[in-house]
T-cell receptor
Framework: AQKITQTQPGMFVQEKEAVTLDCTYD???????LFWYKQPSSGEMIFLIY??????QNATEGRYSLNFQKARKSANLVISASQLGDSAMYFC?????????????FGTGTSLTVIP | NAGVMQNPRHLVRRRGQEARLRCSPM?????VYWYRQLPEEGLKFMVY????????ESGMPKERFSAEFPKEGPSILRIQQVVRGDSAAYFC????????????FGPGTRLTVL
């Protein structure tokens, strides 16, 4: 089974509107972390937001928020007030276990296009 | 504090040649991860190293690929006798000893095999 599933290969959003990018995950480890990265056309991976499996509240970072629904194993990224510069690939990732000794599992990504 | 450095950013090799990709982690980071991104795909884990040790190489192809992280100097991902299927973006990430919540990614090396 896929560890991380992103079912939206491409999404469009009007500038200044909010958009939700879906991510579901699969793990039996009670301790895990969920991450979202942005990859613009230039290719670098930019960290956006992190959610720990034991965190009680949904993570927020500026215009980014993570809608964490543990029972559904979903970790959707919400971008509010979209900007043209938000057009990029977005990857959801998961790390199982504690500490730094574990690999990240990445989804296949969602391509977001912000329309003026 | 400089971020993760990778060089070269772009590398072109002919089939059968060797490719050497370098990664300098962020200052104070002793954990390095290598990932490969094939066109139109997400990143796939290859190997995790600490200084002078390979901790997890479960994602490394069994042949032609090797990685090291010496006591001094950058981490090296080495691909011998490259084939066209090795064409991809190779990302390095680093994390500090006492935090596991983030991996900081380098800009990647784009390898093209002709």
């Amino acid at each position: 089974a896929q560890k991380i599933t992103q079912t939206q290969p491409g999404m469009f959003v009007q500038e200044k509107e909010a958009v939700t990018l879906d991510c579901t995950y699969d793990t039996s480890d009670p301790s895990y972390g969920l991450f979202w990265y942005k990859q613009p056309s230039s290719g670098e991976m930019i960290f956006l937001i992190y959610q720990g499996s034991y965190d009680q509240q949904n993570a927020t970072e500026g215009r980014y928020s993570l809608n964490f629904q543990k029972a559904r194993k979903s970790a959707n990224l919400v971008i509010s007030a979209s900007q043209l510069g938000d057009s990029a690939m977005y990857f959801c990732a998961m790390r199982e276990g504690r500490g730094t000794g574990n690999q990240f599992y990445f989804g296949t990504g969602t391509s977001l296009t912000v329309i003026p | 504090n400089a971020g993760v450095m990778q060089n070269p950013r772009h590398l072109v090799r002919r089939r059968g040649q060797e490719a050497r990709l370098r990664c300098s982690p962020m200052k104070g980071h002793s954990h390095v991860y290598w990932y490969r991104q094939l066109p139109e795909e997400g990143l796939k884990f290859m190997v995790y190293l600490q200084k002078e040790n390979i901790i997890d190489e479960s994602g490394m192809p069994k042949e032609r690929f090797s990685a090291e992280f010496p006591k001094e100097g950058p981490s090296i991902l080495r691909i011998q006798q490259v084939v066209r299927g090795d064409s991809a973006a190779y990302f390095c990430a680093s994390s500090p000893r006492d935090r596991g919540n983030e991996q900081f990614f380098g800009p990647g090396t784009r390898l093209t095999v002709l």
